[in-house]
């Protein structure tokens, strides 16, 4: 429980370096640092695996509908699996040069 008084977990702007942003985890600063700002309370993103799973129930519903063909069928489980670690990847921010 943090202490009144206590800023919220959040990224805010570094002490020690004006032109970043540091993680505070609610209690102390982290090594966490950015070069963009952030909102300090935005709401945490759904995990990847939330928008996999209902993309997946979806694909299972539209098989069952559909009554596609064996070799068509691994070929869109191949394209879902490949879907859903796209989003995944975006999500986790791979490939952003701004955070360190």
């Keep these: 429980m943090r202490s009144r008084g206590t ?3 959040g990224w ?3 002490p020690k370096d004006e032109a970043l942003f540091r ?3 609610g209690a102390s600063w982290t090594t966490r640092t950015s070069s963009e ?4 309370h935005a709401p945490r993103r759904r995990p990847a695996a939330l928008v996999a799973a209902a993309l997946l129930a979806l694909f299972a519903l539209g098989v069952l509908g559909a009554g596609i063909k064996s070799g068509q069928l ?3 489980a191949v394209a879902a699996a490949l879907l859903g670690a796209a989003a995944w990847l975006l999500r986790q921010g791979i490939g952003n040069p701004a955070d360190s």
Excluded at 37 to 40: H, S, T
């Design 7 to 9: 800023p919220r977990a």
């Design 12 to 14: 805010y702007p570094d």
């Design 23 to 25: 993680y505070w985890d």
């Design 37 to 40: 700002p952030r909102d300090p």
């Design 74 to 76: 691994l070929d869109l």
